[in-house]
């Protein structure tokens, strides 16, 4: 099986997506003869032309909004976002539009539209670039929100995504588009809402999604060489949510840690804790602790920010005082 980049997985997706069905089509700034900030559009525009890939003004109101109406006329846009955090200029168009036009419509109108691009901190881009948007979009019915974690999932994903009738925010993490996993050249999609269990274990549980689930499989791994099995469950969806995954590991192991590059202030996490007391209290060995970002603005500093992310030295940690408690 090939290895291949995450960047290159989307572009994958991007490309299978083109060729199968022609209502799909690529939006954004500099997605086109510039092939997109981070190269994930590299090639389409001469591969598709100028009706497939097009590249839009620096208003992220606008195109959103442009991409919305396309939508709603039986377009499949793919809009691409130069950074996640630029997506609070157009939230008007994606939380009062986007996510409410099929309620509003009784049902008459869908918006399958995707809105993807780079998310999260650690590249030293600072505070008004770094921002982990997800539990703000999630938060709003009517819209879905994945964060894959690895190039295999972020392939699956956007297919499933683009095919979706519903407005989907796909979450890709900047510090992994370099990194390479195994994908194979067939065709597969990943449903939406589906967690996975990227490392058994019956000691620990650690939920996460997103580049923290490559946080919390090396604590795990480093965990193992004293003898402790850590199970880490890779949430995929943030919404739809696959609470029913994360409570049977939760049931199995007795110990939860949420790994979470939100802030702690209403953090996804927040919402996964509150699940599993409501339904595996009775399960619990010991309180569910959390490792989130320090909650201050992102930090240009390379190690200062390395410091403010979630990292495995600090998962690592938190998973040792878990057990303490109960050993």
Request: proline letters at 5%; one cysteine or more.
């Amino acid at each position: 099986m090939p290895e291949i980049t995450y960047r290159e997985a989307v572009k994958q997706a991007l490309i299978e997506e083109l060729e199968r069905d022609d209502k799909v089509v690529v939006m954004g700034e500099e997605v086109a003869q510039y092939n997109g900030a981070y190269k994930v559009t590299e090639g389409l525009y001469d591969q598709f032309g100028d009706k497939r890939i097009i590249d839009t003004p620096i208003s992220e109101a606008g195109f959103i909004g442009l991409g919305i109406g396309a939508s709603m006329l039986g377009m499949r846009p793919v809009m691409e976002l130069m950074f996640w955090s630029f997506s609070y200029v157009a939230f008007d168009q994606i939380v009062n539009n986007a996510a409410m036009v099929r309620y509003m419509s009784g049902g008459l109108i869908n918006v399958p539209i995707v809105i993807r691009g780079p998310a999260n901190g650690g590249t030293n881009v600072g505070a008004t670039h770094s921002h982990t948007p997800e539990n703000f979009i999630a938060y709003t019915p009517g819209l879905k929100v994945v964060c894959p974690s690895n190039a295999y999932d972020a392939k699956g994903l956007m297919k499933s995504a683009i095919r979706d009738n519903d407005p989907v925010y796909v979450m890709e993490n900047t510090l992994l588009y370099g990194q390479k996993w195994e994908v194979p050249e067939e065709e597969y999609v990943i449903p939406l809402g589906k967690a996975d269990i990227k490392r058994e274990g019956t000691d620990l549980t650690i939920v996460s999604h997103g580049r923290s689930v490559i946080t919390s499989l090396e604590a795990a791994k480093a965990l193992a060489e004293d003898g402790i099995e850590v199970e880490v469950v890779d949430l995929r969806s943030i919404r739809p949510l696959d609470i029913d995954t994360v409570l049977e590991s939760v049931r199995k192991t007795n110990r939860v840690l949420l790994v979470d590059e939100n802030k702690p202030f209403c953090a996804t996490s927040s919402q996964i804790s509150h699940m599993i007391q409501l339904e595996a209290f009775d399960y619990l060995d010991a309180p569910i602790q959390r490792v989130t970002s320090i909650d201050a603005p992102a930090i240009y500093s390379d190690p200062l920010e390395k410091e403010q992310l979630p990292n495995a030295a600090r998962v690592e940690k938190a998973a040792r005082a878990i057990l303490d408690q109960v050993s």
